[in-house]
């Protein structure tokens, strides 16, 4: 699967679009909670006591769980990197992605040091199929209780 980046529009075009790309209640994360909610699970959103502040947190099982977009989390990198450094302004998006990358890293082991699992879905993961993203959580939480379940016996 080759990801083709050409820019077809403007500069100021190319801009508004990216002011457009927001940080919280992106589409893919309405999708995952609306399914989350749907299933009776209780959950915070864009939880800033922890870090990276994961999309979706369920407190109750010490779950956080983030929606990451494929371009911005350099989903396939080995593919994407390449085809980055032959387009436009390859040298900020590499820089750009490849700090994401390491957040992304860093928050995983500052949230595994507390205790927390960490789980994260693709964006077309979510769109194509949710349910299949619930089943995760779901076997996540079931995990969870069991090993609760063997500390209190």
């Known amino acids: 699967m080759a ?8 500069k100021e075009q190319r801009h508004k679009a990216m ?31 922890l870090p990276g502040k994961p999309d979706i947190a369920l407190l109750k099982y010490k779950i956080a769980i983030f929606c990451d977009g494929e371009f911005f989390h350099g989903k396939d ?27 992304d890293d860093e928050v995983n082991k500052k949230l595994l040091f507390l205790g927390w699992t ?16 619930i089943r995760v959580v779901e076997e996540t939480i079931f995990e969870q209780e069991m090993m609760t379940d063997d500390v209190e016996l």
């Open 19 to 49: 002011q457009n790309i927001h940080s919280k209640d992106t589409s893919i994360e309405v999708v995952l909670r609306k399914a989350i909610w749907a299933k009776g699970y209780r959950y915070r959103k864009n939880y800033n006591e």
């Open 3 to 10: 990801v083709i980046l050409l820019d077809n529009l403007t």
């Open 118 to 133: 960490v789980i994260r879905f693709w964006g077309n993961e979510i769109t194509k199929d949710p349910e299949k993203c």
């Open 77 to 103: 990198w080995e593919v994407l990197k390449p085809q980055l450094e032959r387009g436009k302004n390859g040298e900020y998006w590499i820089s750009k992605i490849s700090r994401n990358r390491m957040r």
